[in-house]
């Protein structure tokens, strides 16, 4: 298969990777303004149909494909068909940008101010660019960012026209919309706006699709969206949405086009700006609507020191390679190519593999920095750590990530000590150091008792402020600790056990990582790679046994997967026990948060991550898959139907791997 | 093509004296002339041939590894000149100076580096034949001539697909016919099949040798002794029925031949596809050829009214010679396509047609492609498209350009200067974008000036420029001499070959472009040390979609197995075709080349029915070239 580049290789640790350049070091030097009013002429696509953004507009409304839909609508509907064709044509005007150089320019000089007081870098591969110049005049190309901030895309567009690349057109929720001044601003530096659900909506699926899709076929501009559909609150990636991954590979199946580039995008940050909110909007504080003047009390986090930022640009893959002999082409010739196909099955789980392969893509690229080793070790020690263990155990861990191929940026030429003390002092709304212990900051309450909810909230925001960091390291761990924890449960060195013990929860925990589908024996294998690799464990011809060097290793390991373990149980536990005959499917989250936090303060529970919703509706999206749990449609309401004993039996294999909470 | 290149306009005074000439004649002796139904071809010839027909050393006139005569080749002179050698044609004795530059710019050739042919046969190298002695001993005995000598055995051994000249440049020679037998009538070719089903033989019909579909390739794993059996002795026009405008002609006659000599009645067929000059009317029954002119003649699909095949189970034909019928599925249609693999064509009633009044060539310059793509659909949807009309893409403009001959006035190269400034200063044109349709018109001469209005009417709303006649010309001479040049490639390093498909309209555009780069990227990825020439043209129109043809040639020097690289890239172009709804062939056959696809391209009943046809036709698999199926 062509597509080798694509898959992680047999040894992630020899992936070589580019070097990075500081973007913000010529602009703490020379003048911002000139810079935002310099030449810009970008090297355009070869195949490039050259179209003003009103002109695309009309091409999208008279396009076969959407002619056909209005004409289908408006027999369904009874309506005429100049009214639905005026629908489509509001609707195209409430979704389409309007990109113009001028306000490129006026964020160019705004954003320069903005970074240079947020970041202290802005680092981008310069090779990455190269190639995604190069990608960009050979074929229509795909920008796939990941997407931990809002900063994301102002980031990418802005890089963009640092590099005097072609600018993207960007696909961003509806939500802005409701920002008056600023979603304007964002529509006329090339935002496109979407609805976040319009399930059955004919109509305004043919107009968002034709849209993209004559962007893509013309070459107007490289299209970007989110893989992941929207921010990840937790620093882990999301599951991927396919919806427009379908979109923009469909030109290619039907021939429209020769091939599409899709660019993985890795955008990471040393600290992310939304960290605390997040934090409290997975613990049930509902997120602040987007408005403009929510946008300007914000100022006030640009007095802070948000560290460097990176952004990798990942191999162009070339959908062309990567479909070469799964999807078979010819499959459209019997049907006028302009009538909306659903995809077929062999085609939606192309596109689904893809967009998995996409993700860890992303994931692998991402920056990583000591604090999120520091983050992993501080949430495994919740009374805290003395420095001079976290210093030792840190520089353990660094080696450990290093020999699975973490993407870290470790300054080599520091001591350990100093590198620690600058992260833990960036982090110090996170963190403090007193007497010699680092511990977790808590809010405290002014003389109340530690037991109360209020306490244990503003622990819970701590920890998974804390938990966002060590997330980010999640995608390197995940498979050895799948295998760790399968090893514990299973009780016995051989092999097949192992494996059934590390499939089983590898099911389970599918909507928690970004594990491709039907990839497990892959995955398995990659992790036994890993873990011999390591020394902790030694591969033999039936067994896969433990090294005597290995306890450390293992027990970290276990332990890495041990919040969400426990978050699952309890949301086991409290379908079993808790559950009124029906539960309305909105009434889920916060009555399990409340039975968890009920738990921690009777002391029972230590485990503050169970708390996050993000954890809690994985768990439920898991039940619902494995049939545990099964959702009943009445009207409007979604009600869950629980069935006790799979749920019961679910709860007691998780239990197995995990004694501590047996003892509950 | 127009035969020999020669006459490209017929004023009606001619035309009317050939007609009544011809009328002076029938009157004297009616169907005398072409009535004979004796079988002796030469015998019977009312008007001995001017021209000479198909010799049985067919070598003795024609090249035994390249195309065509062996007096009419290209080369490069000393002084780097390219001209064509021989009298045959119009561009022969001239020197085409703008040839090297164009040859060596696109394919980074160098007229240092040659790679000249074997010179001559080496008669050593050809398997002894395993003759079946008692088939060739009643086949004596019957009166039929046939030959076990390696010149004739070898030339029917191969069509002239890429990979089979090149082998017998490179004097490599594999399996071939062990013996030649060269019928002359249907009777003969009736105890010619009866025998080989007595005696277990393998028969490949022959006609006129120009397939490209490895269709004349001899199956290696074939036991049995292999006989050719060549057609072109059974050449006569056996009659012409003025009344139902139809003339029943033998199948082994040659394109060039049976337009010359119905000519010379008043007639013609109008059939001609770009190899007539040596493909022979059984060849073109067997693989549904196209022609050239099909918009006002038909393809030979609409020409054929009446066919007769000797098969192992006996002839077929039908009893009547009714325009339609409906009488189950049209066995014709059985035979049309079946490339050899159900019996012999012996004799064919098909439609003939007035010779026309006038002919006139013109050009349209489009801007680009899809201009060009998009007025051809327009034509084709006003179902006014001229008796021919091609629409060549920028590389084939570029290297039609680079066949002019040289200039012999300065007033003519001044005009070209001033075309050249017109177009592309004054129009704007991007000389690196433009594309050329020509055009050819048939008919009486008034109807043809407002035919040509017509289409030029519509061209000009796509941006099109009418470009003279001398440009439309020259175009459809490059369908003929494009089989020479590559001759001249082979000799310095490039190799090519020509492939079709045909396609619905709304993806004319997106096929020609992801086909030609995924030639350009197919090269690359192969090790192709420079740039191939990958170009199309839409060659024909119709109602629902138009025919596509691709070149693609490359300079092979630094390739250690060519052909191998070749026949992939090739193989690649074919699956980026049907991925983009294409087909598997226009007119070109399948033979054992394109075998491999057939199943998908008719599904596995639609192949299941045609091997039905072969089981009971053919139980022994006599006609064992193993093609198609």
Known sequence: MASKSLYSGRDPVLKKRDDFEDVLEERRNSSDLRYALRCYTPALYKGLVPCKASMLKSIVLQSDSLQYVVGQVSAECGESREAVQEEAALLLEEMAHRLQLGTIRFFAFTLSKAFKALFRGVCVNEEGIQRLQQAIQEHPVVLLPSHRSYMDFLMMSYILYTYDLALPVIAAGMDFISMKFVGEMLRMSGAFFIRRSFGGDKLYWAVFSEYVKTMLRNGYAPI????????????????????????????????????????????????????????????????????????LKARRILSEDYGSMHVYFGHPVSIRSLAQGHISRSQHNLLPRHIPQKPTADTQAFVNDTAFRLVRLQEENMVLKPWVLLATLLLQNPDGMDLSTLTEQADWLRRLALAFGAFLDWPDHEPCSKVISSSLALHKNLVCVSGGRVRLVVEELPGAESATEEAGFNRAVSVLSCASYRNQILHLFVRPALIAVAMQTANCSRKDEVFNCFNFLRNVFSNEFILCPGAAVQDFEEACYLLGKCGAVQELQQDLVMSQSGQTTLAFLCSVLDPFLQGYQVVCRYLCEELEENLLENKFVPAVRSFTLQLILSGSLKCYEALSSDLQKN??????????????????????????????SLEDTLGKTNPCLRRL | LHSGGSTSRISSQDRL?????????????????????????????????????????????????????????????????????????????????????????????NLQHKSPATPALNVSAVPPPNLNESFVEELKAAGVALSQEPEDRVFRSHGHCLHEIFALREGRISRVPDLVVWPSCHNDVVKIVELACKHNVCLIPYGGGTSVSSALECPPEETRSIVSLDTSQMNRILWIDEKNLTA???????GQDLERQLNESGYCTGHEPDSMEFSSLGGWVATRASGMKKNIYGNIEDLVVHIKMVTPRGVIEKSCQGPRMSTGPDIHHFIMGSEGTLGVVTEVTMKIRPVPEYQKYGSIVFPNFQQGVACLREVAKQRCAPASIRLMDNEQFQFGHALKPQVSSIFTSFLDGLKKFYITKFKGFDPHHLCVATLLFEGDREKVLQHEKQVYDIAAKFGGLAAGEDNGQRGYMLTFVIAYLRDLGMDYYVIGESFETSVPWDRVLDLCRNVKERIVRECKERGVQFPPLSTCRVTQTYDAGACVYFYFAFNYRGLSDPIHVYENVEHAAREEILANGGSLSHHHGVGKLRKEWMKEAVSTVGLGMLKSVKEYVDPSNIFGNRNLL
């Open chain 1, 619 to 648: 768990a439920l999206a898991a039940l619902i898959r494995l049939k545990a749990v099964r959702r009943v449609k009445a009207g409007d309401q979604v009600t869950l139907k629980v069935n006790k004993i799979a749920v019961n």
């Open chain 1, 224 to 295: 970007e969206f989110f893989l992941e559909g929207t921010r990840s609150r937790t620093g882990k990636s999301l599951t991927p949405k396919t919806g427009l991954l379908n979109i923009v590979m469909e030109p290619f199946f039907k021939g429209e086009v020769f091939d599409v580039n899709l660019v993985p995008v890795s955008i990471s940050y040393e600290r992310i700006l939304e960290e605390s909110l997040y934090a409290r909007e997975l613990l049930g504080v509902p997120k602040p609507k987007e408005s403009t003047s929510g946008l």
């Open chain 2, 248 to 254: 029943h002609v033998e199948a082994g006659i040659i």
């Open chain 2, 17 to 109: 004296r050939v007609i009544s000439g011809h009328l002076h004649q029938r009157a004297q002796d009616g169907h005398a002339a072409v009535s004979a139904q004796e079988c002796k071809a030469e015998a019977s010839r009312a008007n001995p041939a001017k021209a000479a027909p198909v010799p049985k050393r067919r070598h003795d006139i024609m090249k035994w590894n390249g195309w065509g005569y062996s007096d009419s080749r290209f080369l490069f002179n000393k002084k780097g000149q390219a001209e064509f050698t021989g009298k045959r044609y119009r561009l022969s004795g001239l020197i085409l100076p703008s040839l090297k530059d164009w040859f060596e710019g696109t394919f980074g050739a």
